[in-house]
């Protein structure tokens, strides 16, 4: 049931009737604004956690190897297969697009510039968030509703410096590492497209692939790596950590976090967009 009486206020109900509507949805937008403020204030202090966990290598080193194998070796053919069907599609919308008398180049052009600046780093990124991200707020919500956390704590280990930091490091790390094979794969698999199945030569091509291409514009494919693995780590550890009410809690945590981590990153991959896009061109 709705609670409409605020600690030391008067019920909704003892208002006039003219009132009370409004004063519903007041005390409504209120309770919403507190918990969006108050939940922001969690994650600031788990932040605040991680920080101080920084400062104990021997635990999270260790660990941290693990999970760049899990987060990045072994994502690797998944990666893989996204990368080349998305660079074989987009060779051929590209080049049967096109009007008559346009370069032949351009299909290089647009598949790297699509591949490197946004399909590569973003797909990447999606598509961990739900092999990766969910299996780090199960692994680590179970870990809390089982009291193995708590176990942790009586064995006088940091959880957050044991389960948090290894999971956020390998993400920052492996997500770029990722997204060049990713870029990689995509653009090759364009070409190959290009060259057997349309009427593109391998020359015009590699052409296209040198034109207006700036160094800049690998820096800003991997610093959005970089942000989606920072948020695909935070967010779905921090469900995970967070998680209560036994299994259900479990499935409940991982769905709101590969949703969060999923709407975080185009929120980071617009942001991104916005400010530094001006200098991206060649």
Known sequence: ??????????????????????????????????????????????????????????????????????????????????????????????????????????????????IVLELGPLLTGLVLTGRVGARMTAEIGTMRVTEQIDALETLAYDPVAFLVVPRLLAALVMLPVLTIFANVVGVAAGYLTSVTATDVLSSQFQEGLRLGFVPFQLFYSLLKATMFGGAIAFICSYEGYITEAGAEGVGRSTAKAVVFASVAILVLDALTAALLAPQLQG
Do not use: C, K
């Open 1 to 114: 049931m709705e609670r409409t009486t605020p600690i030391g206020g008067r019920p909704t109900e003892q208002y006039p009737v003219m009132q009370r509507t409004g004063i519903r949805l007041f005390r409504r937008v209120s309770r919403w604004a507190t918990g969006v403020l108050r939940s922001l204030g969690l994650r600031m202090y788990f932040l605040r956690d991680i920080g101080r966990a920084l400062g104990d290598p021997a635990t999270y080193l260790p660990e941290t190897i693990r999970q760049m194998r899990v987060i990045g070796v072994d994502s690797i053919p998944l990666a893989s297969i996204v990368a080349a069907f998305i660079g074989a599609v987009i060779a051929l919308q590209v080049r049967y697009q096109l009007f008559a008398g346009i370069q032949l180049s351009v299909v290089a052009l647009s598949t790297r510039q699509m």
